[in-house]
């Protein structure tokens, strides 16, 4: 038998310039039991590309298996857990800006003596009810001071 095909097919092999169709006969004709001696340095070449074995779908459990390790479980991940750090870091600013203006607050106000404020306050109150009242009823209820003034000072004496 003449084998110059495969001859010339394995040096056009070698030089890489084989198409996938070439490489497959190659393939075929070294799976065969019959292979010449001349020839039979290149069998387990060919023949182990096709004895490759697959992974499998259960390859990693069984790395993880013989490591002593379990499967990781998948983590399922929301919406809202997405988001948390984003509603940290707004957290964050809302209680930096809170105590900016808390500590702001004496500052713009000043150190005012309490007794001084206190009458600040109570002046403030009196004449905002007296506003608050009408006319009329202003004027009577300074007419029951005078009158409770008088009173005072009549059994005082």
């Known amino acids: 038998m003449d084998y ?28 065969q039991d019959d292979v010449p001696a001349c020839l039979q340095q290149y069998k387990a070449l060919f023949t182990l590309q096709q004895e490759k074995e697959t992974l499998g779908d259960d390859f990693d459990t069984r790395i993880l298996e013989k490591v002593g390790i379990e499967q990781p479980k998948a983590k399922i991940i929301t919406f809202t857990s997405r988001l948390m750090p984003l509603f940290r870091a707004a957290a964050v600013v809302a209680i930096i800006l809170t105590l900016g203006n808390a500590a702001q607050a004496p500052w713009d106000r000043g150190w005012d003596d309490p007794k001084e404020a206190y009458a600040k306050f109570h002046q403030q109150q009196v004449t905002d009810s007296v506003n ?25 004496e």
């Open 4 to 31: 110059k095909y495969i001859e010339q097919l394995l040096e056009r092999y070698w030089q890489c310039e084989t198409t996938l169709q070439e490489e497959s006969i190659l393939r075929t004709f070294f799976s």
């Open 132 to 156: 608050s009242l009408g006319t009329i009823q202003a004027e009577n209820i300074t007419d029951t001071i005078k009158v409770g003034n008088t009173e005072r000072t009549t059994l005082v």
